[in-house]
């Protein structure tokens, strides 16, 4: 059974980069078919996608964020990982990493809040 | 950007009793539209796909209708555990997505 687990620190300071990973268990992430992505969800408020990865390594952004965000995977590690700079308290969210199909997004992570503060 | 709306906000709902969410979209989306549902510290979980296509393990009682722009999700008769907050979100232009802002179903 496919999981996905989000890792990272849980406290970000103002101005710096926020990195997270998803690692993947009972799947492979180079399985075409699959896309993999970032969600996230300011507390109390809806959802918004960040980004995507395919499993040929092809990334895709979000227009509001793609300035600051990177998406990279470690095959070796059937990891992917989030790197978000110079962040605010706007970025202060529940990031979820998911499995795509690859339009929406099929299985997810239990998430995991990020908090930036100084 | 395509956008989202969802109605109402809030849906209050006796137990075995129909629900009817709306979802509207800014421009046409044919049928790339997705449901999802959410409880209280979990992850949203995928409903329907394809405005109207059952995901693995979605119940028989939810139903999903609508192309273009305007979308709805039924669910037949209310349980317990159907009291959540569901998101629509638009996959129709090639990684642009976006979500409606949800529809909270609660106990009436």
């Known amino acids: 059974q496919l999981q996905l687990q989000e890792s990272g620190p849980g406290l970000v300071k103002p101005s710096e980069a926020l990195s997270l990973t998803c690692t993947v268990s009972g799947g492979s992430i180079t399985n075409s078919g699959y896309y993999w992505g970032w969600i996230r969800q300011p507390p109390g408020k809806g959802l918004e996608w960040i980004g995507t990865?395919?499993?040929?390594?092809?990334?895709y952004y979000n227009p509001s964020l793609k300035s600051r965000v990177t998406i990279s995977e470690d095959t070796s590690k059937n990891q992917f990982s989030l790197k978000l700079s110079s962040v605010t308290a706007a970025d202060t969210a529940v990031y979820y990493c998911a499995r795509l199909r690859p339009q929406w997004p099929e299985d997810w992570g239990q998430g995991t809040l990020v908090t930036v503060s100084s | 950007e395509i956008v989202m709306t969802q109605s109402p906000a809030t849906l209050s709902v006796s137990p075995g009793e129909r629900a009817t969410l709306s979802c509207r979209a800014s421009q046409s989306i044919s049928s790339n539209l997705a449901w999802y549902q959410q409880k209280p510290g979990q992850a949203p979980r995928l409903l329907i796909y394809?405005?109207?296509t059952r995901a693995t393990g979605t119940p028989a009682r939810f139903s999903g209708s609508g192309s273009g722009t305007e979308f709805t999700l039924t669910i037949s008769s209310l349980q317990s555990e159907d009291f959540a907050v569901y998101y629509c979100q638009q996959y129709n232009d090639w990684f642009l997505w976006t979500f409606g802002q949800g529809t909270k179903v609660e106990i009436k």
């Open positions: 394809g405005a109207s």
């Open positions: 990865i395919s499993y040929s390594g092809s990334t």
